[in-house]
Structures are given as C-alpha cells and as structure tokens.
C-alpha cells in the first residue's frame, strides 16, 4: 500500500480537463514543497513532467500544471489529447524512514 | 544530452545476489545523486534509495535495509545497485534516474526475474 493515495484511475474527453489527486500527510506532501509528477507509458521509463509542486521542466507542454493544498497535491491536464494516454506517478519527500515515495498511480483513459 | 544506460536482463534464482549497473553521460557525475526505483509487473513505482555521486552517501529504503548496497564509481560515471537474498517478489524493473531533488532523467530500466 502506498503512501501517497491517488485515484485508480481517471478519464475524460479530447480537449477536456481533468485533474489528478494525491494525498499525503504533513509528514510529507503537507509538509514540503517536494513534490513531482511523472509520466510513464506502458513498457517505458517514467519521465518528469512536473517538479517542486508546479515548476515544468524545459520542452514539457503548458497544458500540464501543478498545485498543492495542505495534504493534497494535484496534477491539472487541460485540452486532453489522445496522446495524454498513461499513468501517473506523484513523488513527494518525506520526514518518515523512506525518504522519498510515491504515489500508487492513475491511469488516465482519453475517451 | 544526459544520458543513464543501464545493464541488461537478468535471471536469477531464490537467494541468489543481482547486481545492475547505470552509466551516466552528458553531465558531471558528481553533481547530482542517483536515485533507484522499482516497478513489480503490473504495479506502481517503488523508491529504493539514493547515493550521492559526490561523496558516495547512501539512503536506503526500510524495508531493503540490510539486502540493497549502492554504490558508485566516479572514474567510468557508473552507479551500481546490488540486492541480496533474492526472493520471488523482488522481480521487477530496476531504473536510474538522476536525482536533483526530482527525477529529470532515468535510465531504460533493467529487467531482473527471480525464479527457481
């Protein structure tokens, strides 16, 4: 069982909106601005697309923004497009044993 | 471009050790730590631990504790992970992955399979 809870998954239609949960505690997504998001297609390594709550790395498409609130921190998707299709991982660091860890993952479906 | 390889497939039998190597290109080693991360088939990403490719200072996540050494050569910009002991449900995809507080680049992942 993970940490970080996010939703199973999550789906919405081409040019829709949709956004990603992660809940933490204060022990680690509450309590620090370390959070990052990361996309993984099916049999690929996991690729950064968002780092200390909302920063976006170079060439990662505007349509990606983050957010925190107290616990929870979250990934918006605006203008879904097909290619948005994949899993997605929240990354927090933690005051517990394990420094860093993530969340379960949500598939995203674009119908 | 930075760039993580990693070694590749691995079979292994029960008990037995595994050890992977990620060679790091296209920046200084040394600036930056090397994270390891997990993935069971089917699941979700699991954080391993990190050493510090400037002074070799390692954190190892609780429950590997005692089973996963890291480390790293500085001369070849190669980090090694080796996991002892192995059981059936360490098989999975091992990555790399440059760590500056974040993942910015990780390596293609390494296959290991436990199996008797």
């Known amino acids: 069982q993970s940490v970080l809870t996010q939703p199973a998954s999550v789906s919405g239609s081409p040019g829709q909106s949709i956004t990603i949960s992660c809940t933490g505690t204060?022990?680690?997504?509450?309590?620090?601005?370390?959070v990052s998001w990361y996309q993984q297609y099916p049999g690929k390594a996991p690729k950064l697309m968002i780092y200390?709550?909302?920063n976006r790395p170079s060439g990662i498409s505007d349509r990606f923004s983050g957010s925190k609130s107290g616990n929870t921190a979250s990934l918006t998707i605006s203008g879904l497009q097909a290619e948005d299709e994949a899993d997605y991982y929240c990354?927090?660091?933690?005051?517990?044993?394990?420094?860093?860890?993530f969340g379960g993952g949500t598939k995203l479906t674009v119908l | 471009q930075v760039q993580l390889v990693q070694s590749g497939t691995e079979v292994k039998k029960p008990g037995a050790s595994v050890k992977v190597s990620c060679k790091a290109s296209?920046?200084?080693?040394?600036?930056?730590?090397i994270a390891w991360v997990r993935q069971a088939p089917g699941l979700g990403l699991e954080w391993m631990g990190w050493?510090?490719?400037?002074?070799?200072?390692?954190v190892y996540a609780q429950k590997l504790q005692g089973r996963v050494t890291m480390t790293t050569d500085t001369s070849t910009s190669t980090a090694y992970m080796e996991l002892r002991s192995l059981r059936s449900d360490d098989t999975a995809v091992y990555y790399c992955?440059?760590?500056?507080?974040?993942?910015?680049?990780w390596g293609q992942g390494t296959l290991v399979t436990v199996s008797s």
């Open positions: 992955a440059r760590d500056r507080g974040d993942y910015d680049n």
């Open positions: 296209g920046y200084t080693f040394t600036l930056y730590g």
């Open positions: 050493i510090s490719g400037y002074n070799g200072a390692t």
């Open positions: 204060s022990s680690d997504v509450g309590g620090y601005d370390y």
């Open positions: 200390d709550v909302r």
């Open positions: 990354n927090s660091y933690t005051s517990g044993s394990t420094r860093w860890v």
